[in-house]
């Protein structure tokens, strides 16, 4: 089968939109907290216990979106013990990450098993599915409609919360505040600003929205929770985030360049090519991309020193 | 001085009795038969020899990556590449364990070399995208880890790919190339030599060479570092480095140790069990196999725990979580310790007035 046949399709353009959903989450979450000055490796854990909780609490209440909504409090609720373990006992950051990390992981398989007595899947919950949403008039555009349309509600939520994070940030007084905290906490601090509530709130917004990303996960691209299922995208997401410069919109614009790597990645293990090196691709082009912005964006910095 | 290591060793205990505290706790509300579970989780391992050394093997792996996390997090650089760097380095020495057909001790001494050198160029990647380019060095390491794995996969798959098995798996390694075991009847290997020099000569390094004291400045207080003439990029790229060897060392041993062939088909999680044990040892090699005993020691234990009761060994995973938290966390007992500081600083002060 011939490479270009498969990848200039409509399905395929669809693919990457499906692919790139969870990430603009990761990436918004890792946004708002780079913004307030703290590096939360832990995006992949509450992201993944966003999948769980989404899972088992549409089971129980027998709704999607109850489930949903349910799933987001709980995500800030652990969002919260993160943020006090980083601010109140003062960890350190990146420990501080990697241990929620640790513990989620496990946290996550031994909640699954008290609830199904497996490990590995919840298939046999009664989970509900999050609804698609057919665009109207676009729907029945030959190409287009099949790229934009039919996708579930979730990914369009997510380009509203795209624009919703970026006139929070630059627009808002709150935004104003957030960037001052992470950027100078001292100057915050001395006109009357607490940084470390700041820090706080800006833990919990990022907890939420990760959990939308993990629930887009297990209540649509799937119907079920696996274990170890966000399968670094929580990373992949701080790594966008990086690539973007730290704003939502370039933030998009790298986690679409890691949706389709990970679309061809999809596409092409139908062709022979090993399985491995076509899943590696994302992961080497966000060590590339990451160098690449860092090393410009150094660059840049230097050059306006030495108008200086 | 005294005061402060006094209470690293309280804090160190408190952190694990809050730790155990909580994982009680737990046992208690999901199990039916809470006393039963803890017992077993508590006295299992030393209940019978051979599970004390499925708890010495267990160590073994623990000990490389806690080795090389307690050199990475001293010098300030906070690569995470060592779960990556683990796994390559034992699937490149299964690759030559397969290819290679050396006399018998020389082997896998070859295999490993080779691991160790692998891990070591695959841990400074993203050191020196960090130093050189300013990539934050905790993102570009996880993605390495990814590369890592998949890198080692192609390998194995490419080239010594068993063909009858279904799983991807590699051919046999060579019968000389398997490390002999060290222990009859168990399965505790020579990796344990291995792992016992690379503790005296990381301490030795750390502690008594120039090298190992400029790292340690460069790690403490990097300004001070670079006025007093230290190279900083030199010297945390030696400590990466490293790292890197002791990850790739450990992964050959485990996988010549263990396995008639290489059959990893995920990354084994050890590379962050290194974070715990590096965190339970100060940072301090020596103190490694105590932290590297621990986290094993629980490991087991819940193991038994699992089979024999209703209880998860997942439950582990919340004891190192709040764990790290505590041990990392500045400001766990953090006033007592001022208080008790200041109270003893009052106390020779006035004592000094009257002499």
Redesign the interface.
Known sequence: MNVASLIFTPKFLATIIRMTTPLIYAMLAAVIVNRAGV?N?AVESTMLTGALLGVLFSTWTKSAWLGFLLAIIGCVLLSLAIGY?AF?????E???G??????????T??IL??VTGS?GMSNDLQSKVLPKWDIPIIKDIPFIGTVFSGHYLLTYIAVIMVIFVHVLIFRTKFGLRLRLVGENPQAAESVGINSQKMKMIAMCLAGGISAIGGCFMSMGYVSWFQSGMTA?RG??G??SS?LGGNTPLGGSLASFLFGTADAIAITLSTLSI?G??V??IP??V??IG??V???L??KAGKRKGDKK | MRISQRFTIIRTVLAIAIALAVAIGIIFLVSKSPVEAIIYFITGPVKKFSRLMNVVEMMLPLLFTGLSLSLIQRTGVFNLASEGCFFIGGAVAGLFAVKLNLPKVIDPMVCITIGGLVGMICMLIPAVCRLKFGASEVVSSLMMNYVLMYLGLIMIRVFVRNPDTGQLQSLDFQEQARLSILIPKTRVHTGLLVAAALVIIFWVYLFKSRWGYRMRMTGSNPGYSKYSGINNTKSILIGQALAGLACGIGGACEVLGLYQSFKWLALPGYGFDGVIIASLAQNNPILVPIGAFFLAYIRVGADIMTRMTDVQNEIVSIIQGVVIVLLSARAFLGNWEKREIVREATANAEGGDKT
């Open positions: 590096m490796l373990a109140v006992l003062k960890a350190d990146s420990l501080n990697v241990a929620f990390n640790l513990m989620m992981q496990g946290g398989i031994f098993y008290l490990k670094g990373f992949i701080m790594a990086t090993p491995e090196f899943t590696m992961y080497v966000t060590v990451l160098v912005s860092s090393s964006s150094g």
